[in-house]
């Protein structure tokens, strides 16, 4: 028997593909706004610790 060849479609590759890596973007995309978040709260909070006993 000869084996037929199976050639990808590079469409099908391409539309298979997309849905995965966009939601491998999403989620690294969340996870460094939820670091820049933290560390932007963080910054703040340093900056005003001082003035928490002064009532300002």
Same mark, same amino acid.
């Given at each position: 028997m000869s084996e037929k060849k199976i050639v990808? /479609?590079?469409k099908?590759?391409?539309s298979m593909s997309l849905p995965i890596v966009g939601a491998i973007f999403i989620?690294?995309?969340a996870i460094l706004?939820?670091?820049y978040k933290g &560390?932007? /709260?963080k910054a703040y909070f340093?900056? &005003?610790k001082d003035y928490?006993?002064?009532g300002v």
């Open positions: 990808p /479609n590079p099908k590759i391409l989620v690294v995309a706004y939820i670091l &560390w932007s /709260n340093e900056r &005003w928490e006993d002064c």
